[in-house]
């Protein structure tokens, strides 16, 4: 079964259980967003802000310029999208652990709810943190699922919010997309850390399937690990030479894959991203193997325990990168969208300020959802 039933499946039940026992499990059902409010935790959130207030008060100083650049880019990046919509959609839903055709990337399913756990904790810690640095008193902490989107939130209180100075709430809007950014900044070091630990033990050997796209061209013939050895009698033991090989490919050919498992005969289709270009559905990562003068004082296997490690670190990166620079759209209910009418307000009135950021929300939340809708539900569809 897909893992797609699961997700349905599961949220399904999840409903299920809100609705029957909301009293009992303390649950708010509003429309389509459940949400379980509770006071713990504020004294954790209190000890961490109170260690250094006037470091994580430099941290977001240095943040807000961060949050701006970033808050430009991504208007950049979604409106450039626009040329490519309907081709290869730039924002889509992306579960971990699903494979849709047309999808970017896979997210694996272990690694990708630790890393999006560690996404939605570490945001709205970071808001609670410098709310409390702020002198703002956090109401509550808490879970949501809107309708399948599931979140957590720091909720402080609205009215002592704005009672504080305008830079106080600019602080405290960029601090979970800032605190984002730093895990993944964070986990970036670490992951060339071990990159440059890792690589004088190992070399390549040939490049492993890692992802079998749905019915893609190699679905029931290439399965995840095999070892590409060649294609059509070139060897593919670098990344670089597999994309020379394949760009010379055209729909309809005969693609012949030389792999540990044998010899597979496969024929190129469309791309779902770009019907002019050839496409197999497959995606590959080195084949690395230990070096002889490594195993033999420290074994075959110990080594390889480095590699899950580093996959892990990978996903809370790209996942903290992805959303910290996402929530800084401008546009509500995002942090970017209050942090942009708060910059507005410096110079405009509250009716222009409101004039100029509704328009520009209005224009990304329909790029976002045409991109999502269009983006996931073709990749569905195609599934059937």
């Not at 310029?65 to 880019?73: K, T």
């Amino acid at each position: 079964m897909n893992v797609l039933w699961y997700y349905v499946i599961g949220f399904i039940l999840i409903w299920i259980i809100a609705l029957l026992f909301r009293d009992q499990l303390k649950i708010d059902v509003k429309g389509p967003l459940l949400m379980r409010k509770t006071k713990r935790m504020r004294g954790f959130i209190d000890k961490i802000a109170n260690l250094s207030p006037r470091f994580w008060k430099w941290v977001t100083n240095i943040g807000l310029p961060v949050g701006v650049f970033f808050m430009a880019f991504m208007v950049f990046s979604l409106v450039s999208s626009l040329q490519t919509l309907f081709q290869a959609p730039q924002v889509a839903l992306i579960l971990p652990g699903v494979d849709l055709p047309g999808q970017p990337i896979k997210i694996p399913l272990l690694e990708g709810i630790i890393a999006l756990a560690t996404v939605m904790i570490v945001h709205e810690f970071g808001h609670g943190i410098i709310a409390r640095v702020e002198g703002v008193r956090i109401k509550s902490i808490g879970v949501l699922l809107l309708a399948i989107l599931p979140g957590a939130f720091v909720e402080p209180d609205e009215e002592e919010v704005i009672k504080v100075s305008r830079l106080s709430r600019l602080r405290i809007y960029v601090a979970g997309s800032i605190f984002n950014l730093g895990l993944a900044a964070l986990c970036l070091i670490i992951l060339i850390g071990l990159s440059l630990l890792a690589a004088p033990a190992f070399e390549a050997d040939g490049m492993e399937i890692d992802r079998v796209v749905p019915k893609s061209p190699a679905e029931g013939f290439l399965k995840e690990g095999m070892i590409i050895q060649s294609i059509n009698g070139n060897p593919t033991s670098r990344a670089d030479q597999y994309i020379e090989i394949i760009n010379q490919i055209k729909i309809g050919d005969t693609v012949s894959f030389q792999t540990n498992q044998g010899i597979f005969n496969i024929k190129a289709g469309k791309s779902p991203n770009n019907v002019s270009k050839a496409y197999i559905g497959i995606g590959l990562v080195n084949h690395l193997v230990l070096k002889k003068e490594v195993s033999k004082p420290l074994g075959d296997q110990l080594p390889y325990a480095i590699f899950p490690v580093m996959e892990l670190l990978r996903w809370i990166y790209v996942l903290n990168l992805l959303v910290g620079a996402f929530n800084l759209l401008p546009m509500k209910p995002l942090d970017g969208g209050l942090i942009f009418e708060e910059l507005l307000r410096y110079k405009l009135s509250e009716s222009k300020v409101r004039a100029v950021a509704n328009p520009i929300s209005l224009i990304l939340v329909i790029i976002i959802i045409v991109s999502v809708v269009y983006g996931t539900g073709r990749g569905i569809m195609m599934l059937f």
